[in-house]
Nanobody
Framework: EVRLVESGGGSVQVGGSLTLSCAAS????????MKWYRQAPGKGLEWVSR????????DYADWVWGRFVISRDNNKNMLYLQLNNLKIEDTAMYYC???????RGQGTQVTVYE
């Protein structure tokens, strides 16, 4: 069974940083592109970033503006998203998503306050 478990969210002041983690199991992690999505209150799912299977190619939504860094450790079956210079509008539930079937975890909440 494919399982993704996100962690690392929390409440942080504007301009602060958080590192999100996603523990993957039930599939061959190093063969899959992985993505981060987010969902703000009252809004739909929004793509944030993706990392190819070897971890070499990284891509971000335009609005990220260099503030986030995606990475992975294939030896540990872990995906990460470092969030820097956080803004109020970054408040959302963040999900890691497996490419192909779109399986995602339960999410981790990020709340940014003034």
């Amino acid at each position: 069974e494919v399982r993704l478990v996100e962690s690392g969210g929390g409440s942080v002041q504007v301009g602060g940083s958080l590192t999100l983690s996603c523990a993957a199991s039930g599939f061959t992690f190093d063969r899959y592109l992985m993505k981060w999505y987010r969902q703000a209150p009252g809004k739909g799912l929004e793509w944030v970033s993706r990392n190819d299977a070897p971890g070499t190619y990284k891509d971000y939504a335009d609005w990220v503006w260099g503030r986030f860094v995606i990475s992975r450790d294939n030896n540990k079956n872990m995906l990460y998203l470092q969030l820097n210079n956080l803004k109020i509008e970054d408040t959302a539930m963040y999900y890691c998503v497996k490419d192909g079937d779109g399986v995602r975890g339960q999410g981790t909440q990020v709340t940014v306050y003034e």
